[in-house]
């Protein structure tokens, strides 16, 4: 079995800069828009459907979120600052 060591052409890395501040509102606003849809959509009150209901919202929510953020409004909440070949 080989890895592929010889290849060196796949390795990479990137740094990558995060506006912390635009991230913590993301993850917050993300997060207090899905315990209102799990509150919304749920009428039974059992546990297991608000929080599975929770985390479908928070992660369609965030993704959503973070493409808006970072490509329609120009303000990157991450970006990659420059990709190098790792050795």
Same mark, same amino acid.
């Given at each position: 079995? #080989?890895?592929?060591?010889?290849? *060196? !052409?796949?390795?990479?890395?990137?740094?990558?800069?995060?506006? /912390?501040?635009?991230?913590?509102?993301?993850? /917050?606003?993300?997060? &207090?828009? %899905?315990? !209102?849809?799990?509150?919304?959509? $749920?009428? %039974? !009150?059992?546990?297991?459907?608000? $929080?599975? =209901?929770? =985390? =479908? !919202?928070? #992660?369609? =929510?965030? #993704?959503?979120?973070? /493409?808006?953020?970072? +490509?329609?409004?120009?303000?990157? $909440? &991450?970006?990659? +600052?420059? *990709?190098?070949?790792?050795?």
């Amino acid at each position: 079995m #080989t890895f592929l060591a010889d290849d *060196a !052409g796949w390795r990479y890395a990137a740094w990558v800069a995060v506006d /912390l501040r635009l991230l913590l509102f993301v993850v /917050l606003f993300a997060a &207090l828009a %899905s315990v !209102g849809v799990s509150a919304m959509l $749920v009428r %039974s !009150g059992r546990f297991r459907d608000m $929080v599975a =209901i929770f =985390i =479908i !919202g928070f #992660t369609v =929510i965030l #993704t959503a979120a973070l /493409l808006i953020f970072n +490509e329609v409004a120009q303000h990157p $909440v &991450l970006v990659v +600052e420059a *990709a190098f070949p790792f050795p």
